[in-house]
């Protein structure tokens, strides 16, 4: 990160982040020295703004009325304002990442599928070590696209092989039927209904998995067993008031995994896909939306805290998303619990981040809770950002039936039924990616 000294104070503002190894990490580089912590308001200070903000005017007012001034100005303005009030700033990419591939199986799904179990390396000591699963179909012609997420339960709850590790980390005992919140031999392709390998595969795109529970566990108190611990100061156990959340941990993972991608000549650089499920959506997004190597993004039934409104919210609300889950976000963000009109941002604004990249939202009737309506009006709002970068956002403003896929650039879909990940998803997910990968 290049510092000019222009003020005592600047310098002790990145003085204050280098310390405690929290540099500004969007993926491709550094936010402007200015945009630190010390730079914006108190949330008592900040302005009652009660319709959504416009993501194409700068937070002094200013308007923003050409391509460049998008670039150079409004986005790292935005990911400055989404890390300091919502998910938190979390560390540079670290210059040490490093794998290993640890086994490889060419005879899956009856010759079909590569199977590749690989272990990423990162951070100070004490960073855990991750492990990354990757099937990648036999019958192709050099590197293909890849569908990348975090999973919940562990990786061997994806597919019932024998060859893929159990993980060492924490795993919530609801997902898994354990009782010592630990993996077990019992747990193998418990969830493979939410990871249709082979149906994927034999639509010609990789699949690639990490545990989100290796990146950081999903439990308030669990800070000092994940990738923060490497990024803690001495005695500390828990992040500061602006520092990075358990989701935005699960996007700087999710970066990590997009470190090794670009590495594996089997993997399209162009063609990288992150999604997400609900909590782990909401890393997707912030993943996607900070870091422009990610092609495609794709989070699903996401809902508070990620692809659906702060304000106007139908479903979960800020104040009750942070009571239930603490550990989600930055402390800064509870202070907005009964004070939403006072946020300078709202979701849509993180969608408008991708641009002009193509963004899909998957949602289901019977979740209410994720508020999919809401979620479809964020994808209109975040339209005239697409726009001036000269694409086109979504191409409807009425809500698509059920089981209809709008495919424009910003696309939705929704499906009967309820909060889950499902093959259905994945079928409109690659018609989706056929389209905007030119594989139709």
């Known amino acids: 990160m290049r510092i000019t000294i222009i ?26 020295c200015g945009s630190l912590p010390e730079s914006w308001p108190p949330v008592s200070g900040l ?27 409004r986005r790292p ?45 990162f951070g100070p000591p004490g960073t855990p070590e991750v492990s990354m699963m990757i099937v990648i179909p ?11 997420g975090l999973n919940f339960p562990g990786n061997h709850t994806t597919a019932d092989f024998p ?63 994940g990738v923060h611990r490497g990024y803690f100061t001495e005695q500390q156990e828990r992040p500061g008031p602006h520092e990075w959340g358990v989701v935005s941990a699960w996007a700087w993972g999710i970066k990590r995994g997009v470190d090794y991608i ?55 609300s800020v104040e009750r998303i942070n009571t239930v ?28 981040l991708a641009a002009p990249r193509p963004l899909l939202l998957t949602n289901a009737t019977d979740d209410e809770w994720a508020d999919p309506g809401g979620q479809f009006n964020m994808l209109v709002a975040a339209t005239p950002v697409y726009e001036l970068l000269g694409v086109e956002g979504i191409e409807t403003n009425l809500m698509p039936p059920q089981n209809q896929l709008v495919s424009s650039r910003l696309g939705f879909f929704i499906r009967p039924g309820r909060h889950d990940m499902t093959a259905i998803e994945w079928e409109a997910w690659m018609d989706f990616c056929d389209r905007h990968l030119g594989r139709q």
């Open 163 to 225: 060859e893929i590790p159990l993980t060492g980390a924490w795993v919530n005992n609801s997902w898994t039927g354990a009782t010592d919140n630990r993996a077990h031999d019992d747990q193998r392709g418990i969830r493979e209904w939410r990871w249709p390998y082979e149906m994927v595969i034999d639509r010609g795109y990789a699949v690639a998995t990490i545990y989100a529970g290796e990146i950081s566990p999903d439990y308030d108190g669990g800070f000092t067993e």
């Open 7 to 32: 003020t005592c104070i600047l310098f002790l503002s990145c003085s204050y982040l280098k310390s405690n190894g929290l540099q500004h990490d969007s993926g491709t580089g550094s936010l402007p």
């Open 77 to 121: 303005e935005l990911i400055s304002l989404f890390k300091h009030y919502m998910y938190g700033y979390s560390p540079a990419p670290p210059e040490n990442f490093s794998y290993t591939i640890d086994y490889t199986d060419n005879t899956k799904f009856d010759g079909k599928a590569t199977l590749k179990l690989v272990t990423l390396r």
């Open 325 to 352: 889950f603490p550990h989600w976000f930055n402390d800064a963000f509870k202070e907005f619990n009964n004070h939403v009109e006072r946020l300078p941002f709202d979701q849509h604004s993180l969608i408008a």
């Open 262 to 316: 670009v590495e594996d000549p089997d993997l399209d650089n162009d063609g990288i896909i992150v999604i997400g499920h609900s909590r782990l959506g909401k890393a997707a997004m912030v993943a996607g939306a900070f870091d422009e190597r990610i092609d495609i993004i794709i989070p699903s039934q996401a809902g508070s805290g990620g692809t659906s409104p702060n304000r106007f919210n139908v479903g979960e």
């Open 47 to 73: 302005p009652v703004i009660r319709q959504l903000p416009d993501p194409l005017v700068m937070f002094d007012g200013t308007p923003v009325t050409s391509v460049g001034d998008w670039k150079e100005k």
């Open 138 to 148: 036999n019958d192709r012609e050099g590197p293909v696209p890849v569908f990348f």
